[in-house]
DNA sequence: ATAACATTCAACATATTAATTGAATCTTGG
DNA sequence: CCAAGATTCAATTAATATGTTGAATGTTAT
């Protein structure tokens, strides 16, 4: 749809970008989309799936006027899209592509956290105690039985989709509800992603209590990304 | 080394960053110093090998005292490296990772701006008849012995590294350098990397000129990092 | 229709960023 | 040691981004 000098892309009326902006900086521009804390945020809680500006403010604690307007800065760069279901806007990540680009600058940042932090503390301490699985490992291990999988994101959630068998106990009531989980098996937690703070804490609060306790490598997106079982969703 | 409260990394002193940065604030400082199109421009030279930044700022057309600057912002976020070699600071890439990263950017900003540009018009014109070939396409025909390889970049940049058997004509010079051409094979060209506008360029003058010809896929770094023959370089 | 709700818009104060300029630092060759 | 060159630093200005507030829009249910 084309109108004088503006198009319809996406929801949005955009005047045309092309013709002026190099390519440099059509990059430079998604980069910068990223280039911000609270949109990772979002952009981490879009990678569990489709989600409305409510609930996405709701969980990452922003404004929702705050929260709409980040939404659409990932929109207008291609992003992120979405969907109006009547009085609703449901946001979702435009595509996997989004995913691996958003692995990489993990992958990368991550590098550069790690070589910062052995610096700073002479070498990793607990961090080899918290060592992950991958995901393959985690098949197998599954396969055999001998292990419990926790999802320990918040239910809303869990219940949006989820590691297929995996049981739901959020990492703030894991220390009342130890009790649930079925005694022997080793236990591997995961939630959102690689750098999700969760899954480290429950494995902590777990070892804590003499239950053996790892974490996944990555989280739920990654997983679902891979096309291995998921439960739970629309 | 570490003294109170600062740590040297990189040749840099800096404050301790982790205590207080999340992990979402510490990518977000990676996209950020993404997120200007000098810096990727630099980047994408970094990426064809060493620079001093006196030779970035040269072929990037930047002041000296913005260059180091810029390079200054992609250092601290561990984007690049620099080393010291008497009155010369060179920088680098400081990984494969970074090549990944830059390239997923690519992947996502592209997929917009492509589909963004086939609203504007109507659909695709030129970019069909420029369709890339792929590396393992190149390394099959160049076994043929069917293609010429010719490389489009700046003589100093040919000079630091090239595909094995290419041909240096700066895109410039091309049109009063034809007849250096070999007849009758297909011309490929390449240079910085996918979306490097010399190649496209040099494409359409040839094609102007009635040689047939394409461009690859992707430039050196890429074909650097996937292993294939180089020559030249240090 | 009207009220309640979800989302977006517009305007503002505050903070960051980018490029320029000129000076400061450091290194090498004479 | 001194002069020239390479790089970095510091200070300035203009431009841009962020988060808040309150109003505007559009949708559903009563």
Same mark, same amino acid.
């Given at each position: ?9 996406? &929801? ?13 900086? $059509? ?20 990678? $569990? ?8 403010? $709701? ?6 006027? !705050?929260?709409? $307007? ?15 279901? &009547? ?9 996997? *592509?989004?995913? *691996? ?26 961090? *080899? ?21 926790? *999802? ?8 949006? &989709? ?5 049981? !739901? ?63 739970? &969703?629309?």
């Amino acid at each position: 749809m084309i109108f004088n000098d503006y198009i319809e892309y996406n &929801g949005v009326f955009m005047s045309h970008p092309s013709p002026k902006l190099s390519l440099f900086e $059509q990059f430079a521009a998604v980069a910068k989309a990223l280039s911000s804390a609270p949109r990772l945020d979002l952009l981490e809680l879009l990678a $569990q799936g489709e989600r409305s500006v409510e609930a996405l403010a $709701q969980t990452s604690g922003l404004s929702v006027a !705050n929260t709409s $307007q980040h939404l659409q800065v990932l929109r207008r760069v291609g992003l992120a899209t979405s969907r109006k279901a &009547g009085a609703h806007v449901f946001y979702s990540l435009s595509g996997d *592509d989004v995913l *691996d680009l958003l692995a990489a600058l993990r992958r990368t940042a991550g590098r550069h956290v790690a070589e910062v932090d052995r610096l700073v503390r002479g070498y990793f301490k607990e961090r *080899d105690a918290l060592e992950a699985i991958s995901r393959g490992e985690l098949v197998r291990r599954m396969r055999e039985g001998s292990v419990t999988v926790l *999802d320990v994101r918040p239910p809303e959630e869990f219940a949006a &989709g989820h590691i297929a068998g995996a049981v !739901n106990i959020p990492a703030r009531d894991l220390k009342q509800r130890l009790a649930e989980l079925p005694a022997g098996a080793e236990v591997i937690a995961y939630c959102r992603g690689p750098y999700c703070v969760l899954a480290f804490e429950a494995v902590a609060t777990l070892r804590h209590h003499g239950v053996m306790a790892r974490r996944v490598e990555d989280g739920f997106p990654e997983w679902r990304a891979a096309g291995l079982p998921v439960a739970g &969703g629309a």
